[in-house]
T-cell receptor, first 112, second 115 residues
Framework: DSGVTQTPKHLITATGQRVTLRCSPRSGDLSVYWYQQSLDQGLQFLIQYYNGEERAKGNILERFSAQQFPDLHSELNLSSLELGDSALYFC???????????FGPGTRLTVL | AQKVTQAQTEISVVEKEDVTLDCVYETRDTTYYLFWYKQPPSGELVFLIRRNSFDEQNEISGRYSWNFQKSTSSFNFTITASQVVDSAVYFCALRRNNAGNMLTFGGGTRLMVKP
């Protein structure tokens, strides 16, 4: 158990819908990262937050957004969902930006 | 641009065999970090090791060992006397040493250890 929690574990929704994925980092970790794992794209970095502020952005679609709240938990919002958004979404956390990242169990999103 | 290549998509071995998973990376940075993660069938990503670019010493942890060679841009992972529980997908990853801490992952190698 890495200490990073993600909810929900599974999510099934329809195209065009909007969902919110939630992540609680390990106790004391200030940095949160979101990654997407899909069959065709592999594991891709989406976005990073450090102590509430966006720190880095990767291949994140405009339909996706994220934020980190004062209690350091983070949410990833996915809107206007398409079939291709079906993937495993991981959250990771680290103490500082240079520390190793510990991953949560992931949220499996299925868009029908 | 950074890139990590794991040329072996699938490896199948019999229990107790030794197996090496290859990782080749590309970066223009002089300072960077390399990682290995394990993804068992349950799906989570488990951190195995971090190596910085200035430390080329090989590392051993139990049955696991890592060989970092800057000259060939490789960071290979060897499992000695493999066990069924080692069956998983293994990912090699690269991280720059600057603002932002994003990991660039390789495509992963699926290791199947048969009894």
């Amino acid at each position: 158990d890495s200490g990073v929690t993600q909810t929900p574990k599974h999510l099934i929704t329809a195209t065009g819908q909007r969902v919110t994925l939630r992540c609680s980092p390990r106790s004391g970790d200030l940095s949160v990262y979101w990654y997407q794992q899909s069959l065709d794209q592999g594991l891709q970095f989406l976005i990073q937050y450090y102590n509430g502020e966006e720190r880095a952005k990767g291949n994140i679609l405009e339909r996706f957004s994220a934020q980190q709240f004062p209690d350091l938990h983070s949410e990833l919002n996915l809107s206007s969902l398409e079939l291709g958004d079906s993937a495993l979404y991981f959250c990771a956390s680290s103490l500082r930006t240079v520390s190793e990242q510990f991953f949560g169990p992931g949220t499996r999103l299925t868009v029908l | 641009a950074q890139k990590v290549t794991q040329a072996q998509t699938e490896i199948s071995v019999v229990e107790k065999e030794d197996v090496t998973l290859d990782c080749v990376y590309e970066t223009r940075d002089t300072t960077y970090y390399l990682f290995w993660y394990k993804q068992p069938p349950s799906g989570e990503l488990v951190f195995l090791i971090r190596r910085n670019s200035f430390d080329e010493q090989n590392e051993i942890s139990g049955r696991y060992s890592w060989n970092f060679q800057k000259s060939t841009s490789s960071f290979n992972f060897t499992i000695t006397a493999s066990q069924v529980v080692d069956s998983a997908v293994y990912f090699c990853a690269l991280r720059r040493n600057n603002a932002g801490n994003m990991l660039t992952f390789g495509g992963g190698t699926r290791l199947m250890v048969k009894p």
